[in-house]
């Protein structure tokens, strides 16, 4: 078992060869986390709080305690769960978690693109610092931990999501601005998202 803090999210691993025992391990490892809330005011929800299973195939469908207390909420499980502002899924393939940022991050691009192809007297310099401080931030949160281990052969199907396209452009290294070439994309320790001139074309 272990169990990882940090701010107001809170995240439980706990191992076992048979789901019930895993169930029984969990509840009371709930307690246990209880007891310490308890001692600093603090309050659990089990309605906010995922369950998922990362290992052994176990589909979505079953739920555990939140203790071992008569009136203890349940914990449902679900096919993904969101910590730290990414999802994660069992195949560790990130999927979710791109689909989601982009389909965030759609309109926003598309606003910008229409910005910088109107008459609007947007320069491309203007352009590239709101794209620089707001969209690559969005899209790139977090890259260290998924972007290495997005595995896009586990998705086929369904490589004309919005999602493709984003993540392409991540991955080639260019996302590329209307009648502007802003930048290469790296990633680094406490400096996740970077967006680095490598290249123009226009004005």
Known sequence: MKIITYAD?????????????AFKRIEGAL??????????ALEFSASKSQLM????????????????????????ST???????????PNRSYWAHI??????????????????????????????????GVFLPRITYAA????????PEGAKQR???????????LQDGFYELPRSGCGHITTRP????ECQQTRTQGK
């Open 31 to 40: 307690d246990l986390l209880s007891s310490w809330a308890s001692l600093y």
């Open 159 to 169: 490589t004309e999501s919005p999602a493709t396209g984003h993540y392409k452009r």
């Open 9 to 21: 999210d809170i995240l439980l691993l706990v191992g076992a060869v048979r789901p019930p025992t």
């Open 190 to 193: 406490g400096n996740p998202s």
């Open 53 to 76: 299973s990362i290992k052994g195939g176990l589909k979505p469908g079953y739920s555990v305690s939140f203790g071992t207390a008569p009136d203890a909420g349940r914990i449902e």
């Open 99 to 132: 689909e989601a940022i982009s389909k965030k991050s759609k309109d926003m691009y598309r606003r910008l693109r229409a910005l910088r192809s109107a008459n609007w007297e947007l320069s491309r310099t203007t352009a590239r610092i709101i794209y620089k």
């Open 144 to 151: 260290e931990a998924w972007k290495v281990s997005y595995k």
């Open 79 to 89: 096919a993904t769960a969101k910590y730290l502002g990414v999802i994660l899924d």
